[in-house]
């Protein structure tokens, strides 16, 4: 599938139905519940793990509420996609229900607990209509621009279903709803950094989300903009389903950014950095060597992509000096860790080799969105890290903190092939030259 805006383009890959398949690591791990290389017309991991949480249904049609401002555009039927704003029973400063850069301070549980207090109302429009965007559409577009959390009432056609959504790369939503109208009730003041930039249709939008960016707007906030049709050349707007904004914007970011980083000098010295968190255990090796990333992820047995497999299951995407033309097989995360780590080297004025791993250990089963990966990698590169001489120091250490058997990383890593190789020609030529 192709989003293209602009001289934005971006290549999600094709859902695939041609046969039914039973869940194993081998296909959930590069599918996520997106792509239903199973062969459903629904991911049946994703539906186990719904039933586990507990959510509190509202047996009402007509809901007040103060939304963070949260909108989320679906996928499904594209062209044709489900629009409609997100909405909890409770007045108030709710801005942090929907404001991932700050929830790496919150508990898993307390996240999906606000979360699926918010009812995904929706109603079903075609993504050209952002062109010549309707009154009520405006009025969403102005609703997402707000500072501060928006008043709103809604009426639905039937009561919301008490079943949460979730998904690989968006945050988890409560139930859904079909909106009949929404009248907003409390006074929006814009965003000036997003108003200035909505009104600016001759502004392309990759340059729209990068002007918002570099003046400090969210990256959460950038994707909700620019999923409602509000960036880009204003015969070119169009609807992006919430998923593959968050994906189109941490790619368009990072890929700025590494531009730049492309220009610096390489760090003096090996790095780890090094944090384990819910269940998920993150290490970063930066080599002082011109810039190539590789991302790596390891999923235990019962893990969600993992949940009935005997064994770890790794996968690994790459991307050398050159960048990448293809859509990476472990999806958005790979996008979001490299936007994280793109930020603090260009921060620095500095390029590296990185590798960043992520173990994935048992009991963590609940498909919570890009944005963990994004916003961990970005609190553990604030923090301090080691520095080594040796390589051989180095990646003993990180495989002594690992769990992931020491030849199956290899076996998955360029950056780790790259390295012993080179170990081998050099202690060959140091035998020859003796």
Known sequence: MDLKVDDLEFNFPTINRNRILEPSAEICIPCRGAKYFCGRSYCPIIVKTTRLLKVIELRKRVIEGSSPPSIFVGRMGHPNVRIGPLVPSLIGDTSYFDLPEIWTNYRIEDILSFRFSMVRSYTFAK???????????????????????????????????????????????????????????????????????????????????????FNNLEVSKISKVFSLGMLGLGKNRKLVPTRWSITAVDDTISKNLVEKIKEYDTIDKIRIYYKEKYLNRFIILMLPSKWSYEWIEAWYPITTWNLYGADVEAESDYEGYQGRSSYANLGGCYYAVRLAIAEKLNLERKQATVLAVREILPGFITSIGVWFVRESIREILKGRYLEFEDIKEALDFMFSKLKLNKEKIINKSKILKNIYFQKKINEFLDKFNT
Do not use: C
């Open 127 to 213: 993504i050209e209509i952002a062109k010549f965007a309707p009154r009520w559409l405006i009025e969403l577009q102005e609703l997402i621009s707000s500072k501060n959390s928006v008043d709103i009432r809604i009426k639905l056609s039937n009561i919301p279903s008490g079943k949460p959504f979730l998904d690989d790369v968006v945050e988890p939503i409560g139930p859904a709803a079909k909106l009949e109208s929404y009248e907003i009730l409390s006074n929006v003041k814009m965003d000036e950094r997003i108003e200035k930039t909505y009104y600016d249709k001759d502004l392309k939008a990759s340059e729209a989300i990068l002007k918002l960016y």
